[in-house]
């Protein structure tokens, strides 16, 4: 199963204001070009060496900077390391959506299934953390994301509740159970690596393909709908709660 790599816009991590005298405009985008180099040396080391092991210094001398500049823009590691997989997840989530929205089955939960591999392996970060790298998963969900989590959760609810009255899943299982299970697959699937001698981890393409065919099996009808286009909507309107917390 190939992956499809797309082009991802680079945008600045801060928006400048229209209408700036040109002197403050280009003082904005200096710093906006600095920060997005010093999130590009983060996401580098986190791929390379993951949470633990990547230090301030590291992502200082990756950048080129003092390591006085980087808290300029954060005020420790932690910061400066969930800001970069913020930015990630960004990348990630608009990418699914394109693949979706290039599917016409593609708001079939075992769709979204492919998708979201298919688009976390062409991440080098999202690769990196269901690959062996999970203390980048662990250091993301650090106290201050526990809101946050909570909140997606309850999105992930009412995004299983609208598939199973759009006909997508299956009505006869507790909500409850689905959403707990499935949020159990996801994590078993980051921290597998950690427990597992390398023999016994399959290849991606494998895991993608077993992954689809088990939400195929598991959780969707034996008749599926012959239109995808309410599951397209309610997984786009959960990707956009996925907000980096101000």
């Not at 945008?11 to 280009?26: I, L």
Request: net charge neutral; aromatic share 6%.
């Amino acid at each position: 199963m190939a992956t499809i790599h797309r082009p991802v816009q680079r945008t600045p991590t801060r928006n400048t204001r229209p209408g700036q005298p040109p002197e403050r405009q280009k003082d904005a985008d200096e710093r906006n070009l600095r920060e997005e180099r010093l999130l590009d040396a983060a996401t580098t080391l986190l791929v390379r060496w993951g949470y633990r092991k990547t230090t301030m210094d590291d992502v200082a001398r990756e950048a080129g900077v003092g390591k006085g500049t980087i808290y300029l823009y954060w005020k420790d590691k932690n910061d400066l390391f969930r800001a970069a997989i913020w930015r990630e997840q960004h990348r990630f989530s608009e990418d699914i959506k394109q693949r979706i929205a290039a599917d016409p089955e593609g708001g079939f939960l075992h769709r979204v299934t492919t998708h979201s591999m298919l688009a976390a392996l062409s991440n080098p970060l999202m690769a990196a953390m269901i690959k062996g790298k999970s203390d980048i998963f662990d250091g993301f969900l650090g106290p201050s994301t526990r809101d946050v989590l909570n909140q997606l959760l309850g999105s992930a609810d009412a995004y299983i509740v609208q598939l199973q009255q759009g006909g997508l899943i299956r009505r006869d299982l507790p909500l409850p159970a689905i959403t707990f299970l499935l949020t159990a697959l996801k994590i078993g699937v980051i921290h597998a690596p950690d427990l597992l001698s390398q023999e016994h981890i399959p290849s991606m393409e494998h895991l993608t393909e077993a992954l689809s065919d088990l939400i195929r099996r598991w959780l969707e009808p034996e008749q599926l709908p012959n239109q995808s286009d309410v599951g397209k909507q309610s997984f786009t309107e959960l990707l956009e709660k996925m907000k980096e917390p101000k």
